[in-house]
Structures are given as structure tokens and as C-alpha cells.
């Protein structure tokens, strides 16, 4: 199984869970924004959106850099690999479940098919 820290997990999921900070991480995806430009379009005060940057900031997501008076941020996404990478065990595990059980209706319907048409 693929090791993470419990902590690290919580704070990146916590922060995926909010639309607004999934939606700031999709436009981070495109390029570098300030925190301003990051709030445009959520109509919400710079304070707002300071908060869910700091968030996602916490979560290893995003880097803040400062130049004077603005505060722009870039996506960090080694850390949604390493999220991805927890999710991938679990679709590994999902998948193998799934494929037996597919398996097995194959075998009733092939059964329930013979069954209906006795051969001799």
C-alpha cells in the first residue's frame, strides 16, 4: 500500500473539498495569478481569498510569492500526484472487485443460458 502521512492526506483533501479552492487550483493549473485575480471570479474580498489560498498553501498545493504589495501563487502539484497515487491503490482495489464479480455474472448468465437450452 502506498505510505502517506495521515496529516498530509487530511490537509489535502480538505482543501480539495471546497469548490472555490477547486476552482482557484484549475486556473493555477493555467499559469501564475495574483491572489486578486485568483477572487475575481467568486466576487469575494481579497481576505476571502487569502484565507482559501492559505489553505491550499497548507496543503502543500500552492507557493505564494510576494512582489511588493501583491501576492501571487503557482500550483504545487506534487502533491496532487501523491494524492492520486493514495486514490490509485484504491482503484486498483475497486477494479479487481469488480472484475470477479463480472466474472461471476458471466458465469450465472452462461449457466442460466445452458440451462435453458438443454443440449441431446
Known amino acids: 500500500m502506498v505510505e502517506h502521512s495521515p496529516a498530509f492526506l487530511d490537509a489535502v483533501f480538505h482543501a480539495l473539498a471546497d469548490s472555490t479552492r477547486r476552482s482557484m487550483l484549475h486556473r493555477l493549473a493555467q499559469g501564475e495569478q495574483s491572489v486578486s485575480e485568483l477572487a475575481e471570479p467568486f466576487a469575494m474580498s481579497l481576505a476571502g481569498a487569502s484565507k482559501h489560498v492559505?489553505?491550499?498553501?497548507?496543503?502543500?498545493?500552492?507557493?505564494?510569492?510576494?512582489?511588493?504589495?501583491?501576492?501571487?501563487?503557482?500550483?504545487?502539484?506534487?502533491?496532487?500526484?501523491?494524492?492520486q497515487a493514495?486514490?490509485?491503490?484504491?482503484?486498483?482495489?475497486?477494479?479487481?472487485?469488480l472484475d470477479t464479480l463480472e466474472a461471476l455474472l458471466e458465469a450465472e448468465d452462461q449457466a442460466a443460458s445452458e440451462g435453458e437450452n438443454p443440449k441431446g
Not at 492559505?54 to 504545487?76: D, P
Open 54 to 83: 492559505k489553505v491550499l498553501e497548507k496543503a502543500g498545493l500552492v507557493r505564494r510569492r510576494i512582489a511588493g504589495r501583491m501576492h501571487y501563487c503557482r500550483l504545487e502539484a506534487a502533491r496532487l500526484a501523491e494524492a
Open 86 to 97: 493514495w486514490l490509485r491503490y484504491y482503484e486498483r482495489f475497486w477494479t479487481r472487485r
